[in-house]
C-alpha cells in the first residue's frame, strides 16, 4: 500500500514508461498466439481431423432425417415442454404471491425440488418411475407426453421465479389504479400486471427456451426409435454406426444454428428494455 | 339529501404511526373541497381511505349513503362511481393513451370497444390531449400524461373524483395544463376531494379548504376564511410558510 503512490511517482525505476512496458507485454501475446496457431497448423494431422470429424460423405447420410426427423421431434419436445412449463410456471408464481399461507408453501417447496434435481432424475422417474409404481398408466402421447411433461416440470420451477420476479418489478401503482377503476384483484392482475411483468422477463424466459431446447436431448433416457429420435440421439447413433464423428459434430450445429440466434434476439431484447428504463 | 362522501371518526394506523386520529368530515354533492397541510399531516391517506386503498382501521366510510367500511360492501362496485387521479399519474405503460381510456370501461362496465372507443375519444378531447390518442405513456410529457389519467378516470361517469396531489410530480410550466382541466371539471359541477400544494387554485376554485396536521383536521371552512383569515396559529404558521417561502 505505502510503496503505490511511490511507483506512480517513479515509473523509471527500471528504465521504461508504463505505456512503454504495455506495449511491450501487448507484443510478447502477440507473438506467443501466432507461434501457437502457426505450431496447430503445421503439427496437426488434418486429413486426418477432417475425414473424422468433417466427412462430408457420412454428413450426407443425415440429409434429409437430420431435419425431418431429429430436428422436428427436438422441437417438439422442447415447445411442448415450455408451452407446458409457462402455463405451470405462471401458475406456480401466482401460488407464491398468494395470500394464503399454503399455496405460498406447497408453491414453494415444488420450485425447490424441481430447481435443485438434476433434470435427468426427472427423466428417469417419469420414463421408469412412474410405470412401474402404477402399471397400465400411460401418459397420452407415449414419448412425446413424458417428454413435454418432464421438460415442463423443470422448466415450471425456473420460469415460476422469473414470473414471480416480473410480477413484483411493476410498480405497486398499477395495481393501485386498476383496482381505484373498478377492477377485481383477478382481473386487474390478468388485463394490467401480467402484460407488463411478462416483458419484463422476456429476455430469462428466452433463456429458458434455449436451456429446454438443450435439455431435450436427455429424452435417450426413454429409449427412443427411429421416428421419436431427436438431434443428439440421431447423431450418436450415426456416429457408433460410421465409426466417424462427423454425425455429432453436424448435429450440435444444428443447435447452434437454432440458438446462437436466440441469444442474439436474447442480447436484443436486454440491450432495448436498458434503453426504456 | 345524501352527502356525496361521509367520514366519521376515521383512525388509520400503519404498525406503530397512527397517521389519521379521528377525522370527521362530509362532502357534499357538486362541492370542491381542497386537503392542504404539511407532509406527513395524513391529507393523501384519508383521500386514500375514500376509495379504500387504504383500510381505515377504526371509523366509517360512506360514498353517496352506501358504507364502503362495512364488510359485505361491494368495494369493486362502489370504486366504479369514484374516480381517482394519483400524484404518479399511474398510467398504464403498455397501452396507448386511447387503450389505457377504454380498458377499463370494456372490462368493468362491460362497454363495446366501439362505444368504449367514443367515449375515451371525447373524454381525451375534453382534456385537450385528443392528438394523443395514439401515444404511449412514455411519449408523453407529466402534464399529458395526467390529463390522459383524467380522461381514464371520467370516462367510468364517476360521480366523485379524488385527486391525490395530482400536479406535484410534474414540471412547474405544466401545472397550469392540468389546473385547467380541473376547473372545467368544478365548474361542470363534479364533485371533487382534491389534496393539493396549489394555493391559488384551492382560493379561486374549492366551496371548501380543509387544513389538515397532525392527523387531524384543525380547520374546515370557506377558502376565504381558511386561506384568506385562518384561525388557528398552526394553519397560520403553515401558510406563511407555503404562501412565503423566502420570508
Known sequence: ?277 | MTHAVEIRDLHKQFGDNLVLKGIDFTVEPGQVVCVIGPSGSGKSTLLRCVNLLEEPTKGKVFVNGAELTDPDADIDAARRHVGMVFQQFNLFPHLSALRNVMIAQQRVLKRGAKEAEIVARENLEKVGVGDKWNSYPGQLSGGQQQRVAIARALAMNPDLMLFDEPTSALDPELVGDVLTVMRKLAEEGMTMLVVTHEMGFAREVADRVVFMDGGVIVEDGPPSQVIGDPRQERTRSFLRRVLHPEG
Open chain 1, 1 to 277: 500500500m505505502t510503496d503505490t503512490p511511490t511507483a506512480a511517482a517513479e515509473p523509471a525505476r527500471s528504465g521504461l514508461s508504463p505505456r512503454q512496458r504495455r506495449r511491450i507485454s501487448l507484443g510478447v501475446q502477440t507473438v506467443v498466439g501466432i507461434i501457437v496457431v502457426i505450431a496447430v497448423i503445421l503439427l496437426a494431422d488434418w486429413p486426418t481431423i477432417v475425414n473424422v470429424f468433417l466427412n462430408r460423405d457420412v454428413a450426407a447420410l443425415m440429409i434429409p432425417e437430420l431435419f425431418t426427423v431429429a430436428l422436428k421431434n427436438t422441437l417438439i419436445y422442447t415447445v411442448s415442454g415450455y408451452l407446458l412449463g409457462f402455463v405451470l410456471g405462471l401458475v406456480l408464481a401466482l401460488m407464491r404471491l398468494s395470500s394464503l399461507a399454503p399455496y405460498r408453501a406447497v408453491a414453494l417447496v415444488y420450485i425447490e425440488i424441481f430447481r435443485g434435481l438434476p433434470a435427468l432424475i426427472i427423466f428417469l422417474l417419469l420414463g421408469f418411475g412412474l410405470p412401474i409404481a402404477f402399471p397400465g398408466f400411460k401418459l397420452p402421447g407415449q414419448e412425446y407426453g413424458t417428454v413435454a411433461l418432464a421438460l415442463g416440470l423443470v422448466a415450471a420451477a425456473y420460469m415460476a421465479e422469473s414470473f414471480r420476479a416480473g410480477i413484483q418489478a411493476v410498480p405497486k401503482g398499477q395495481m393501485e389504479a386498476a383496482r381505484s377503476l373498478g377492477m377485481k384483484p383477478g382481473r386487474a392482475m390478468v388485463s394490467i400486471i401480467l402484460p407488463q411483468a411478462i416483458r419484463i422477463v422476456t429476455p430469462p424466459l428466452t433463456n429458458e427456451l434455449i436451456l429446454l431446447f438443450k435439455d431435450s436431448s436427455l429424452v435417450f433416457t426413454l429409449g427412443v426409435t427411429a421416428a421419436t429420435t431427436e438431434l443428439t440421439k440421431f447423431g450418436q447413433d450415426l456416429t457408433v454406426d460410421q465409426a466417424n464423428s462427423t454425425p455429432l459434430i453436424v448435429a450440435g450445429a444444428t443447435y447452434l444454428l437454432l440458438t446462437v440466434p436466440l441469444g442474439i434476439v436474447v442480447r436484443r431484447l436486454e440491450a432495448r428494455q436498458r434503453r426504456d428504463r
